[in-house]
Nanobody
Framework: QVQVMESGGGLVQAGGSLRLSCAASGSIFSINNVGWYRQAPGKQRELVAVITSGGSTNYADSVKGRFTISRDNAKSTVSLQMNSLQMNSLKPEDTAVYYC???????????????WGQGTQVTVSS
């Protein structure tokens, strides 16, 4: 079993900053790509940023230059504080539920599967 959990959402004024974190725990051998997605009311879930195990990053055009994704690859294989999303110069249109997605290879089954967190709300007021 693998669990992924986000933290750090909240309410912030336009122009402000928030930092989201994502942690994984459980039967983890390794973590490949980790991505942040968001879903605003009435809209489809969209990719915000992704980082590979080697540290390569990719961002949605709407957040380039404002958001930074990073990861910490090792503390232990049981619980990893693996990923952060620093969000600066926030805009009202950034308001959404933000989800972390991790591609995890299980240490027990050896399967490579995608796991989602439960999401964290980010609200940017104008």
């Amino acid at each position: 079993q693998v669990q992924v959990m986000e933290s750090g959402g909240g309410l912030v004024q336009a122009g402000g900053s928030l930092r989201l974190s994502c942690a994984a725990s459980g039967s983890i051998f390794s973590i490949n790509n980790v991505g942040w997605y968001r879903q605003a009311p009435g809209k489809q879930r969209e990719l915000v940023a992704v980082i590979t195990s080697g540290g390569s990053t990719n961002y949605a055009d709407s957040v380039k230059g404002r958001f930074t994704i990073s990861r910490d690859n090792a503390k232990s294989t049981v619980s990893l504080q693996m990923n952060s999303l620093q969000m600066n110069s926030l805009k009202p249109e950034d308001t959404a539920v933000y989800y972390c997605n991790a591609e995890v290879r299980s240490s027990t089954t050896w399967k490579l599967l995608n796991y989602w967190g439960q999401g964290t709300q980010v609200t940017v007021s104008s």
